[in-house]
């Protein structure tokens, strides 16, 4: 790695451990303090090093010098909460406990966080905003480019979710029994939206994205560590991740482009990703309680084969059918349309499509013209200007002229 | 919108017989168009089958026992669809794949208490 390159690097590895044990330490109370000592310890480290070089073991480094940052905040607060402060009540632990930096402590102090994000009292969105900031390290401006707004927005989501957990007092615990019971979904879903905000939005391989599934992944696998978190819900999560980071490497091109499923070079994916994700997958079955997350876990194994069998797309059918069974989301209910022509036939799926409406969807009109491409390839190229017209994003755009020059090829 | 009850109807003592292939055919029917009724948003309750034993008991504690004989049709499950009117509903209906088997739909509105 480039010496340019490791410390943004650490930064986006180690801030978020630091951040989360202080945290754990100090209490829900303290996390600004918590941030102001690991950005002070990171604004040393570009100081130092440009100057004296890079330290033999740059992690150690880093805690070392979290540790003793820490260690001098807490003697000075100490005596200015004694001499000033009559109400010691709110006082942080004494300046002798040491800070513990292992990675066992770092992996349960970051379960514990997990957990503390997800408290009920914080907005949905908050609750993502706050994993990426707390959880991976992400900053403001990258969490804005992640949702596609803006730093003000971003800035004052945090501010105020943060100001939340204060007020509502939030222990930061390993999770118990009951907060599993409670918390459990939501943490599920803030690690899918995590990982999906990484996966399915904007173009090229944007660093920050793939670090979004990463950093989803290994989340998920702190979920897997812990016996009570350990559900089938989180292995089908897990799973699912998995089949989707398989195609990585073969859904961008080095030009930076989308490349679409079926256009794949199948040679990139990733083998050992999809082992993984089988692995997973068996430990999700286990319990009476088919969720979501199973179901698209099971569609995800499906796509895992790029062979165009009828037995597949006939299992993907199912599996959508009950998953809109269970939740409607017009994502699903267009990629059902699509297993289901090739389950059953276009005729019949085009019959299904135009029953779906979903006219403000670019997608819709992509696959309603996809459908009509053979059988009336006129009304197809109508189907796909209008879903060019519909579409936002410059590379949605693109993917249609795609489909629009593919319709030419095949007069 | 409204939600509308739909029962289905139909032999399905003489249904039980059929081969294990027709009845998985049947399954996949059945999947595809309540599949079909959620992808479009409109389905309010994906519902059960019903057993079909049953027991019907009436006035001064006469309980008789189900399935009845006396009629061909038994109720055999249920959905609830959302839709704005009953023509909307109806014509949902007309794509169930009971008809197959000779059986019926009944749908009926909801009127919330």
């Known amino acids: 790695m480039k010496q340019s390159d490791l410390l943004p690097h650490l930064f986006r590895t180690e801030y978020s451990k630091i951040i989360a044990v202080l945290c754990n330490h100090f209490g829900i109370d303290y996390i600004e303090i918590a941030e102001d000592i690991v950005s002070d310890t990171f604004l040393t480290a570009t100081e130092l090093w440009g100057m004296k070089g890079i330290p033999e073991n740059p992690t150690a480094w880093l805690y070392t010098v979290a540790k003793n940052k820490t260690r001098n905040y807490l003697k000075r607060h100490n005596l200015f909460e004694k001499k000033i402060i009559n109400d010691l009540k709110n006082q942080p632990i004494d300046t002798g406990a040491d800070i513990d930096l292992s990675t066992t402590a770092i992996a349960d102090s970051q379960l514990a966080m997990i957990f503390t994000v997800c408290h009920p009292s914080v907005s949905k969105e908050a609750q993502i905003a706050l994993a990426l900031n707390l959880l991976c390290g992400f900053g403001v401006q990258e969490i804005a480019d992640a949702f596609l707004t803006n730093r003000e927005t971003i800035y004052k989501r945090l501010k105020r979710a943060k100001e939340k957990l204060r007020e509502e007092q939030i222990l930061i615990t390993p999770p118990s029994v009951q907060m599993v019971e409670e918390r459990m979904d939501a943490v599920l879903t803030t690690l899918y939206l995590l990982f999906n905000e990484g996966y399915y939005s904007v173009s090229g391989h944007h660093p920050v994205k793939e670090e979004c599934c990463m950093e989803a992944m290994r989340l998920c696998y702190l979920l897997l560590e812990n016996t009570l978190t350990a559900t089938p819900a989180a292995n089908a999560l897990m799973a699912l991740m998995c089949f989707h980071a398989s195609r990585f490497e073969a859904r961008t091109s080095p030009e930076g482009e989308n490349i679409l499923y079926e256009d794949q070079d199948t040679r990139l994916w990733n083998k050992e990703l999809i082992e993984k994700g089988l692995f997973y997958l068996d430990h999700s079955a286990s319990g009476n309680h088919i969720t979501k997350l199973h179901l698209e876990a099971g569609i995800a194994y499906w796509h895992t084969h790029p062979e165009d069998t009828r037995e597949k797309w006939e299992a993907i059918l199912q599996l959508y059918n009950k998953l809109l069974m269970l939740e409607y989301a017009p994502v699903a209910a267009l990629n059902r349309t699509y297993a289901l022509a090739k389950a059953n036939g276009t005729e019949e799926a085009i019959i299904e499509a135009e029953k779906l409406q979903l006219t403000d969807n670019h997608f819709y009109f992509v696959l309603l013209g996809t459908l009509y491409s053979s059988k009336d390839p006129a009304k197809a190229r109508d189907l796909f200007l209008t879903a060019q017209q519909t579409a936002k994003s410059e590379n949605d755009k693109l993917l249609i002229q795609k489909k629009l020059d593919e319709l030419k090829d095949i007069r | ?113």
């Open chain 2, 1 to 113: 919108m409204k939600d509308f009850l739909f029962l289905f109807r139909a032999d399905y003592v003489e249904y039980a017989k059929r081969s294990p292939e027709e009845l998985q055919s049947m399954t996949k029917k059945w999947m595809d168009w309540i599949g079909g009724i959620a992808a479009q948003n409109k389905l309010a309750d994906r519902g059960n089958r019903l057993e079909t034993g049953g027991r019907v008991i009436r006035p001064g504690n006469v309980v008789t026992d189900g399935p009845f004989c006396e009629i061909k049709e038994s109720l055999g499950g249920y959905i609830v669809v959302r839709t704005t009117t009953i023509d909307e509903a109806a014509e949902i209906a007309k794509g169930c794949p009971v008809y197959i088997i000779g059986g019926s739909v009944e749908v009926r509105e909801i009127s919330v208490m």
